[in-house]
């Protein structure tokens, strides 16, 4: 469901920038992400991008796991906790992925993709322990909703690899559209949130965009 179509009290003015922040930065607003989540892409394609997302989201601590030990608000700390607790069925999930997909499919250019993921790891690492208040919040925050995008490409890649999709236990999103208000309620914080929520977005199109240049670097058959 759309978020724009899921009712809750309490909207705010945040709320919607965040929304609108997904839809033109997020996963589904890039190309490959959407070939991805269609049943027709080359299996090497779907294990090529689950692959690069374990490099970047499949260890721990991780994101949300970072936030949760940084929230300085009791109420994004509740939030952060049971994400982080969540987010760990994710990650296991993903690594399950990765070994039913097999070796990294072969693509020229191999070390200097290794290093850009690499960066990026470093840099969502320094923004899920920023001691900005909010800042690692708001990342926790992109993550997880930016989540449900990639788990839609995770979905399909399982199904044809026969690895079923465990519930997720994600917040549901009336419960973060509460903390992302409550936090909007500092000007301050709501910058940071914003900001952390941006560079996080930022991170994942970059991804998005690294996969493509792989899909067309590597030959055709």
């Known amino acids: 469901m759309p978020l724009d179509t899921v009712p809750f009290a309490g909207t705010s003015r945040t709320w919607g920038a965040l929304q609108a922040l997904l839809e033109s930065d997020g996963t589904a607003a890039?190309?490959?992400?959407?070939?991805?989540?269609?049943?027709?892409?080359?299996?090497?394609?779907?294990?090529?991008?689950?692959?690069?997302l374990c490099m970047l989201h499949g260890r721990h601590p991780g994101v949300i796991d970072h936030a949760s030990a940084h929230s300085?608000?009791?109420?994004?700390?509740?939030?952060?906790?049971?994400?982080?607790?969540?987010?760990a069925v994710e990650?296991?999930?993903?690594?399950?992925?990765?070994?039913?997909?097999?070796?990294?499919?072969?693509?020229?250019?191999?070390?200097?993709?290794?290093?850009?993921?690499?960066?990026?790891?470093h840099a969502l690492d320094m923004l899920a322990q920023s001691d900005r208040n909010g800042c690692a919040a708001g990342a926790a925050i992109a993550l997880a909703l930016d989540w449900t995008s990639i788990r839609g490409i995770l979905h399909i890649a399982g199904e044809r690899l026969g690895v079923t999709a465990p519930p997720t236990l994600l917040p549901p999103i009336a419960e973060t559209a509460t903390?992302?208000?409550?936090?909007?309620?500092?000007?301050?914080?709501?910058?940071?949130?914003?900001?952390?929520?941006?560079?996080?977005?930022?991170?994942?199109?970059?991804?998005?965009?690294?996969?493509?240049?792989?899909?067309?670097?590597?030959?055709?058959?």
């Open 30 to 52: 890039h190309p490959l992400a959407n070939r991805l989540a269609t049943t027709l892409v080359p299996l090497r394609d779907l294990a090529d991008s689950i692959h690069f």
């Open 72 to 87: 300085a608000n009791n109420a994004a700390g509740e939030w952060t906790a049971a994400a982080a607790e969540a987010f």
């Open 91 to 121: 990650r296991a999930y993903l690594v399950r992925l990765v070994a039913a997909a097999g070796p990294l499919p072969s693509t020229p250019g191999q070390a200097a993709c290794d290093i850009a993921v690499e960066g990026q790891r």
């Open 179 to 221: 903390i992302v208000s409550a936090l909007a309620r500092d000007p301050a914080v709501e910058r940071a949130m914003m900001f952390g929520a941006r560079q996080l977005l930022a991170q994942h199109y970059g991804l998005w965009g690294l996969l493509e240049a792989r899909v067309s670097a590597r030959p055709e058959f």
